[in-house]
Every structure is written in C-alpha cells, then in structure tokens.
C-alpha cells in the first residue's frame, strides 16, 4: 500500500458495478415482459373478435323458440364486440406511461382478465 490510497477501504462484498449491473438488467426485462404482455392483449383481443364472430354464425339458424336465452341481457353485444379492441389500444397506450415503473405491469395483467371475462361470458352464454 502507498502513501496516496491509505484511506481506501477493500469490501469484500460484490462490486458495485455488478450490483449496478443487475438492477439495470432487472429493469430490462420488467420492460420486456410488461411489453410482452401489452403486445399478448392485442392478439387476445382479436381472438376474443374471431370468438365473437362465431359465436353469432353460431346462432345465425336459431329462430326465438329454439334459442330464447342466447346471450346475456344484462350487457350488450356492441360491448363485446367493440370492446375488446378499445381495451388493446388503451392497454398499449397506458403501458407506455406505466412501462418503467414498477408497478406498470398490473395494466395488460387487467386487460387480460378483461378479455378472459369477455370470452367467459360469451362462452358461457352460447353454450347454452
């Protein structure tokens, strides 16, 4: 040891680059996977409109009698059938906000409990 680095101290923990290194790398990839999901819910939302369209051929044949409870009355098809659309762009619109924060994932984790709930209810009301 010489005169000029007396005062410095050695850790024997992890550099700080590394610890640097790692906290960068963690945010990166919180940006992938929020990114990843953002761009999940769009795809959802178009097999939720292809789900839609079928689900409407399906019925195309029923007459009042044969299918009186197809599709529920308490919502309305234009919701889902446009909804999905508008819950994808809002999704990639406010993930770009809420992408860096730590937070930010919880936007396309509800998007995509919405569309699951969309293709539930439709699900469930054309299989009866």
């Given at each position: 040891m010489s005169e000029e680095n007396r005062d410095v101290k050695v850790d024997d923990?992890?550099?700080?680059?590394?610890?640097?290194?790692d906290a960068a790398r963690t945010k990166r990839l919180r940006l992938w996977v929020n990114w990843a999901l953002a761009a999940l819910t769009v795809v959802v939302a178009g097999f939720?409109?292809?789900?839609?369209?079928?689900?409407?051929?399906?019925?195309?044949?029923c007459?009042?009698?044969?299918?009186?409870?197809?599709?529920?009355?308490?919502?309305?098809p234009d919701v889902s059938f446009y909804g999905p659309p508008v819950v994808a762009a809002v999704t990639?619109?406010?993930?770009?906000?809420?992408?860096?924060?730590?937070?930010g994932i919880v936007v396309p984790i509800v998007a995509l409990?919405?569309?699951?709930?969309?293709?539930?209810?439709?699900?469930?009301?054309?299989?009866?």
């Open positions: 923990g992890v550099a700080p680059s590394a610890a640097t290194g939720v409109m292809v789900y839609f369209f079928g689900a409407v051929m399906s019925t195309a044949a007459s009042q009698k044969q299918c009186q409870h197809v599709g529920p009355t308490w919502l309305s990639v619109i406010v993930s770009i906000f809420t992408t860096p924060r730590r937070w409990v919405l569309l699951g709930a969309d293709i539930g209810i439709l699900a469930g009301t054309v299989a009866q």
